[in-house]
C-alpha cells in the first residue's frame, strides 16, 4: 500500500547512496599523497550545497510546518530545525577544508579534520532522515486526509522550484 508521504521516502532513498559515498570517503582519508582526493571532495561538497541543502530548505519551508500543524505544536519541528543548522555548519566546514587543500598532499591535521566533519555529516543525517521516517512520516499519514497530503505534495514541489 502506497501512502502519502511515499514520495518522501522516496527521495530519502535516492538521497542514501550519497550518504553511502560520504562515509566512504571519509573512510578513504589518509594524510600523505592521494591523486583525486581533493576532487572528490570537492564533488562531496558540491552535492551537499545543492541537493542536500535544498532539501533541507524545502522541509523547513514545506513539511515541517505541516508536521507542527498535525502535532498541534509550533515548537514541535524545533529539534529537526536544529539538525539542518548541523548540516548547513558542517558543510561550510567542509568547503573551507576543501579551500585549504593544496595540490594531492593531505597533512595529518587535514586528513582527520575532513573524516571528522564527513563522519558527522553522515551521522546527523542518517539520523535526520530516520527521525523524519520513524516518527513524522508515519504521523502524517494517520492524520493527514487525501486532500491535505495532495496540498502537502503540492506545496514541496513548490518548494522544490523556488529554491
Given at each position: 500500500?502506497?501512502?502519502?508521504?511515499?514520495?518522501?521516502?522516496?527521495?530519502?532513498?535516492?538521497?542514501?547512496?550519497?550518504?553511502?559515498?560520504?562515509?566512504g570517503l571519509a573512510d578513504e582519508i589518509t594524510d600523505g599523497t592521494d591523486p583525486g582526493l581533493v576532487s572528490r571532495?570537492?564533488?562531496?561538497?558540491?552535492?551537499?550545497?545543492?541537493?542536500?541543502?535544498?532539501?533541507?530548505?524545502?522541509?523547513?519551508?514545506?513539511?515541517?510546518?505541516?508536521?507542527?500543524?498535525?502535532?498541534?505544536?509550533?515548537?514541535?519541528?524545533?529539534?529537526?530545525?536544529?539538525?539542518?543548522?548541523e548540516i548547513g555548519r558542517l558543510v561550510d566546514e567542509l568547503g573551507a577544508l576543501h579551500g585549504q587543500l593544496a595540490g594531492d598532499l593531505i597533512t595529518p591535521g587535514q586528513a582527520g579534520a575532513l573524516r571528522r566533519v564527513l563522519y558527522g555529516l553522515y551521522a546527523v543525517v542518517k539520523l535526520h532522515f530516520a527521525k523524519e521516517e520513524e516518527v513524522y512520516l508515519p504521523l502524517l499519514d494517520t492524520r493527514l486526509n487525501e486532500g491535505q497530503g495532495r496540498?502537502?505534495?503540492?506545496?514541496?514541489?513548490?518548494?522544490?522550484?523556488v529554491n
Open positions: 500500500m502506497t501512502t502519502l508521504t511515499q514520495p518522501l521516502k522516496d527521495e530519502h532513498q535516492e538521497l542514501l547512496p550519497h550518504l553511502k559515498h560520504i562515509l571532495i570537492g564533488k562531496v561538497h558540491g552535492f551537499l550545497t545543492e541537493h542536500l541543502l535544498a532539501h533541507a530548505r524545502i522541509e523547513e519551508e514545506a513539511l515541517y510546518p505541516v508536521v507542527a500543524r498535525a502535532m498541534g505544536a509550533p515548537e514541535a519541528t524545533a529539534t529537526m530545525s536544529r539538525d539542518h543548522l496540498a502537502l505534495l503540492e506545496a514541496l514541489e513548490h518548494a522544490s522550484h
